[in-house]
Structure formats: C-alpha cells, structure tokens
C-alpha cells in the first residue's frame, strides 16, 4: 500500500501525463496550471520551470482529481482516444465490448479487468490488445460475450 505522505510517486506521475495528453493540453498551459495551483513547491530553483516531480503525493492527489474532472467535463469516454479508424471497430464498440466483458469476467479491479479482457481476445481471436478489433470481428466477439454472459446466467440459478 502506498504511503499517503511524502513524494509523488511514478504511477501518479503517469496519471497526471496521461491525463494532460487525453485533455490535449499544451506544455505551456500545463506549466501555468501546475505554477498556478502550487506556486513556489513545484517550481525547480535551477531552470525556474514547473515540474509535477517536485509535488507531494497528497498535492499529487488532488491534482489527478481535479484533471480526472475536467476529463468528465469535457464529454470524454473510455477507448474515445483512439477515434474513428479506417476498418477498425468504433469506440462505442470497444465500449460494448468491456461492459459485456465487466459482467462475466472474475476480476475486481479495473486494470485486472482490461488486462483479463487483452488476455482473452489474445487466447480466442489473436487480437493482442482491444484497440487493434477490427469492425468485421466485433460481431463475433460481442455474440461469443453475450453466450459466455448466458452461461453465467444459468450457472447462477
């Protein structure tokens, strides 16, 4: 479990990147927000640019929070990074896709669900990760998804 003082650590490092990149947010504003919000902790005494390095992991947090809200502000859903694609499945179909998987799969966490679901459509269709689905295999995939839902079902009752 990680410590809820101190330094940030990588995976919040990795969060707040991902977040700035799927909100498209320029260097330049990123450094403004981060200068702005944490004035004098963030700012290296060497080269006078903010950095979110120099954040503690309870400034981190707050930070993610406030960057994951302006993500929902902004309209955005899961797999939309990836866009309308010559041939390839549609981000409504990707999302289709996970909800159905989210309802058989054994797994708790988010990231174990995304990874399980990579695993298995590597183990039955040879598709190494859910963004290379093509649109012609996203039936396939959703009835397969849908049976497996079915099964569930019944071993339930």
Same mark, same amino acid.
């Given at each position: 479990?990680?410590? #809820? ?15 700035? !990149? ?16 944490? #004035? ?8 006078? @640019? !903010? ?21 929902? +502000? ?11 694609? #010559?041939?390839? !499945?549609? #981000?409504?179909?990707?999302?289709? @896709? ?56 019944? +071993?339930?009752?």
């Amino acid at each position: 479990m990680r410590r #809820p003082r101190g330094k940030i650590d990588k995976l919040q490092i990795i969060q707040i990147h991902a977040l700035v !990149a799927k909100l498209k947010i320029d260097h330049d504003l990123y450094m403004d927000m981060l200068a702005e919000r944490f #004035p004098g902790s963030v700012t290296d005494p060497e080269n006078k @640019i !903010a950095t979110s390095t120099r954040l503690s992991y309870a400034e981190a947090a707050r930070f993610i929070v406030e960057l994951r809200k302006m993500l929902t +502000e902004t309209g955005y859903k899961k797999y939309d990074e990836y866009g309308i694609r #010559p041939n390839m !499945a549609k #981000p409504a179909a990707l999302r289709k @896709i996970a909800a159905l998987w989210n309802s058989v799969t054994r797994q708790v966490t988010q990231k174990d669900k995304d990874k399980a679901l990579n695993e298995w459509l590597h183990h039955h269709f040879h598709i190494s990760h859910i963004k290379f689905i093509e649109d012609y295999q996203v039936g396939k995939i959703v009835f397969t998804l849908k049976a497996m839902q079915a099964q569930k079902k019944t +071993e339930v009752v």
